[in-house]
């Protein structure tokens, strides 16, 4: 194995920082964009919404090189399942999604067959980002990673629903949108740099080389 190919698992810890920096930035300077109630894909829209395609595109990139690298030194489910997860980014970017949640600012509510196929997307983003965290990594630490995502995904999911019917407006699911995505590229990211960085430490639930601590 070459060192090009030895150092492929650390594109998703690229993917994992460049997410986290590049929507906080984003997020922080858009005006009328709030991170507590607006979800990361929502940066795609008005001025300087490319921005937030080119960081979603891109981080699904890292994500699709990151599972290159582990291909056959980590186990070929989680494997499969980080390259879903990088194709699904690269969906969410060039799927658009709808204006919503009072972004962008003066910009009518929209619900279309376009933002429908996006937010199917992104459902199974996170369905895929958590069975995948599952299956990296130390097996007792990836379950409770996994569980916080799973618990962060189901709650946003559903307050965001409350929230664009106006039932409970301006709740915070925005943040346990970043919670759930933030903790799920973190432990995809560690796990790929410390392979790279070849510490020995296996990147998967491997047939018969279970971690459990």
Request: hydrophobic share 50%; with cysteine; net charge positive.
């Amino acid at each position: 194995m070459n060192r090009g190919q030895r150092l492929l698992p650390a594109f998703g810890a690229l993917a994992a920082v460049q997410m986290i920096v590049v929507s906080t930035w984003d997020g922080l300077t858009r005006p009328g964009y709030d991170e507590t109630r607006n979800w990361i894909s929502q940066l795609s829209l008005g001025p300087n919404g490319w921005y937030g395609t080119v960081n979603l595109a891109t981080c699904g990139l890292w994500l699709i090189l990151g599972a290159a690298g582990l291909h056959r030194r980590a186990a070929g489910r989680a494997v499969a399942l980080i390259l879903w997860c990088g194709l699904c980014f690269v969906a969410l970017a060039v799927v658009r999604t709808d204006a919503g949640l009072g972004f962008p600012p003066g910009v009518p509510e929209e619900h279309t067959v376009r933002g429908l196929i996006h937010k199917l997307i992104a459902l199974t983003l996170g369905l895929a980002g958590i069975a995948a965290v599952a299956g990296v990594g130390p097996r007792r630490a990836a379950r409770v990673v996994a569980a916080v995502m799973a618990v962060s995904f189901v709650a946003a999911s559903v307050l965001v629903l409350l929230d664009d019917a106006e039932v409970l407006p301006g709740n915070p699911s925005g943040v346990l949108e970043r919670l759930a995505l933030f903790a799920g590229l973190g432990w995809i990211g560690l796990a790929g740099g410390r392979q790279a960085a070849g510490t020995g430490v296996p990147a998967a639930h491997c047939a018969g080389g279970d971690v459990s601590s």
